[in-house]
Nanobody, 117 residues
C-alpha cells in the first residue's frame, strides 16, 4: 500500500526558511514522478515542484529560486527546501506520487506552513 507522510511544516516569520520532508512507503519512488503541491485557504491546490523519474527537477514560476526540491532514492524520500518565505506561502503543502505504469496518483495528508509576522 502506497503511503506518503509529510512533515516539517511550522509557523515561521517572513524571510525565514523551512525544509519539508515527504517519506514514501510501500512503493519504489524511483519509478514514480514525485511532486509538491500546496493549497492556501479558499484557493485551489497548486503545483509547486516535481522530480521526474529521470531526475529532472521542475519548479513553479512563483518559486522564484526560493524553493528547491530534492530526492533521496535510497530513503524513498523527497524534500522541499523553502527559503525567504513570504506571507503568501502560507498553505498546506502536499506531497504526491504518480506511478509511471498506471498513472495512479497518491497523496499525503499534508503539512501546514504558516508564515506570519
Amino acid at each position: 500500500q502506497v503511503q506518503l507522510v509529510e512533515s516539517g511544516g511550522d509557523l515561521v516569520q517572513p524571510g525565514e526558511s523551512l525544509k519539508l520532508t515527504c517519506a514514501g512507503y510501500g512503493f519504489d519512488s524511483s519509478t514514480y514522478v514525485m511532486g509538491w503541491y500546496r493549497q492556501a485557504p479558499g484557493k485551489q491546490r497548486e503545483y509547486v515542484a516535481e522530480i521526474t523519474i529521470g531526475g529532472t527537477i521542475h519548479h513553479a514560476e512563483f518559486v522564484e529560486g526560493r524553493f528547491t526540491m530534492s530526492k533521496d532514492n535510497a530513503k524513498n524520500t523527497v524534500y522541499l527546501q523553502m527559503n525567504n518565505l513570504k506571507i503568501e506561502d502560507t498553505a498546506v503543502y502536499y506531497c504526491n506520487a504518480v506511478a509511471r505504469k498506471t498513472g495512479w496518483i497518491y497523496w499525503g495528508q499534508g503539512t501546514q506552513v504558516t508564515v506570519s509576522s
